[in-house]
């Protein structure tokens, strides 16, 4: 007697309905991150230049604001202990502008420096008259510092004032500075080269005073050593 033959058909098992779901929503979310960052990329290479030009004119504004009187700018770098003119762009040179009135003569410098502060890194910009002795103005570049307390070192008059004339001189052997740059508490300043704080922005006062005290005692030797070169700078 002949065998029958089976012709029944193998249905292979459906897949797993949530593997399939776990699949799909991983391959939306790679292409939606995969887009997501060519824009961001995009997004960057576009407003770059755009953010560089702002800086640059936000920076140019500030110069002559922390240097009064001044009309032109020569900047230079830092090559070891010397000042050399500033040709092209160089974003690690360490920058020097010497400012000068009508006459072509040496008003001051404007320096950049940057320091800790309460919530992030600090960036300012200040000015140094080498006739005087004195920083002669300060202005906050950039500032992460809390609203209503640690940003009043951008807006508050008083502790503005502290750098229209803070002593910063040369100390007698020509490294460093005479009498480095402190904080006091408000009410309590007595001498030229204290920067009076601001109640309830202790640490972000401190951190100016402290940016001020490194800045100054690294320039001002360097300012004094090379004077010739930096009045003869805009001739």
């Known amino acids: 007697m002949a065998e029958k033959s089976d012709n ?9 309905e949530d593997s399939t779901s776990s699949f799909k929503m991983v391959v939306t979310m790679g292409g939606i991150g995969l887009v997501s960052g060519i824009l961001i990329v995009l997004t960057f290479q576009l407003t770059q230049p755009i953010i560089k030009i702002k800086k ?29 003119p500033l040709e092209g762009e ?6 020097y502008y010497a400012c000068y009135d009508s006459s072509e003569a040496l008003v001051g410098l404007a320096m950049e420096a940057s320091g800790q502060g309460f919530q992030d890194v600090l960036h300012v910009l200040y000015g140094y008259s ?12 950039e500032s992460k510092e809390t609203p209503g307390l640690g940003d009043k070192i951008e807006s508050d008059a008083a502790f503005k004032a502290n750098f229209d004339a803070l002593e910063a001189r040369l100390a007698p052997d020509g490294d460093g500075i005479e009498h480095p740059i402190e904080l006091v ?18 640490i972000s006062s401190r951190a100016i005073a402290t940016i001020m005290k490194s800045s100054t005692a690294q320039t001002v030797p360097v300012i004094n050593k090379n004077l010739d070169v930096l009045r003869k700078g805009s001739k």
């Open 8 to 16: 029944k058909t193998m249905v292979p098992p459906a897949p797993d």
């Open 56 to 84: 640059a004119l936000a920076l140019e504004r500030a110069i002559f604001e922390v240097v009064s009187g001044a009309e032109t700018k020569s900047v230079f770098k830092l090559e070891g202990t010397e000042l050399v």
């Open 90 to 95: 160089d974003e690690s040179a360490v920058k």
């Open 130 to 141: 080498v006739e005087s002795g004195c920083v002669i103005g300060m202005k906050v570049l």
């Open 185 to 202: 508490k408000p009410g309590q300043k007595e001498n030229a080269w204290q920067v009076e704080g601001i109640t309830g922005a202790t």
